[in-house]
């Protein structure tokens, strides 16, 4: 099981480097909206966390979100 769940993120992973996911219209927008007034933003997730930051990177939103 370990050894299959190291493989699915590795290629989640390597998918991300190849394709840019597509947000949902606003989503930068209210990203960038919430943190200039100063919210602190998380993700909350139970993938892996080299997938939650890879999907992150991907699509251009790791800057809204301080703690890693």
Known sequence: PLQLAS?????????????????LPGVTEILLW????????????SLPRAQIEAALDSAGL????AVR
């Open 7 to 23: 493989e699915r993120t590795e290629a989640f992973v390597a998918l991300l480097t190849r394709r840019r996911p597509k947000l």
């Open 34 to 45: 919430l943190s200039q007034r100063g919210l602190p933003l998380a993700v909350a997730s």
């Open 62 to 65: 790791t800057k809204f979100f």
